[in-house]
């Protein structure tokens, strides 16, 4: 932000401690200071609201692979992030066309549902081209609608399972064994 702090200058935050589901004790750093105006529960609120944000960047980061370029110059990285966010805001456009579906289909199952993220992505990348050279692109994207609709998955609330970490990471990108790619 322009900001120049050295070494001698002092910084006014607000360290919230939190006692997770789990046990665990985590603790927030913020500049929200007012502990009237937001107390302990207000916080833990706001940190589960970004929660979406966070799991959608998993999804940029790990299955659209926004990290891996296909070529070092800053045009291709460029056009490779700009192209990766354009798919992942066509298929949230698409999934959003499938809300009527799906809640419909929800309403008759024991579960909610929504489309699955990686059958839907594979049905988008391997259109994309076509979607582009086609006269008429509205058949062209209720064709991927449909296809959207006919891969979905129970969303199951509360589920919580331990989180096994195969090795420590290195701010690189490796491949886990138990991760399959888009079809």
Same mark, same amino acid.
């Given at each position: 932000?322009?900001?120049e702090?050295?070494k001698e200058a002092?910084i006014c935050?607000?360290?919230?401690?939190?006692? =997770? &589901?789990?046990?665990?004790?985590?603790i927030?750093?913020?500049?929200?200071y007012? #502990?009237?105006?937001y107390t302990r529960? %207000?916080?833990?609120?706001?940190?589960h609201f970004?929660?979406?944000?966070?799991?959608?960047?998993?999804?940029l980061?790990?299955?659209l =692979?926004?990290?891996?370029?296909?070529?070092l110059?800053?045009?291709?990285?460029?056009?490779d992030f700009?192209? &990766?966010l354009? =798919?992942? &805001? =066509?298929?949230?456009?698409?999934?959003?066309q499938?809300?009527?579906?799906? @809640? @419909?289909?929800?309403?008759?199952?024991?579960? @909610?549902?929504?489309?699955?993220?990686?059958?839907?992505?594979a049905?988008?990348? &391997?259109?994309?081209?076509?979607?582009f050279?086609?006269?008429?692109?509205?058949i062209m994207?209720?064709?991927?609608?449909?296809?959207?609709?006919?891969?979905?998955?129970?969303v199951?609330? %509360?589920?919580?399972?331990?989180?096994?970490?195969?090795?420590?990471?290195?701010?690189?990108f490796? #491949?886990l064994?138990?991760?399959k790619?888009?079809?």
């Open positions: 932000m322009g900001i702090i050295n002092t935050i607000r360290l919230v401690k939190m006692l =997770l &589901n789990t046990g665990e004790t985590e927030l750093i913020t500049n929200l007012s #502990t009237s105006l529960a %207000d916080m833990k609120e706001v940190y970004r929660w979406g944000v966070e799991t959608s960047y998993g999804y980061k790990e299955e =692979l926004l990290g891996q370029f296909s070529g110059r800053c045009i291709c990285i460029e056009q700009a192209a &990766n354009f =798919l992942y &805001n =066509l298929q949230s456009l698409i999934e959003k499938t809300e009527l579906y799906t @809640a @419909a289909v929800s309403r008759k199952r024991k579960y @909610a549902y929504k489309i699955n993220k990686n059958t839907s992505w049905s988008l990348k &391997n259109r994309m081209v076509q979607l050279l086609e006269n008429n692109s509205e994207l209720k064709e991927l609608e449909v296809l959207f609709e006919r891969y979905l998955e129970p199951r609330p %509360d589920r919580k399972f331990t989180r096994v970490k195969k090795r420590p990471p290195n701010g690189k490796y #491949t064994t138990n991760y790619r888009a079809l």
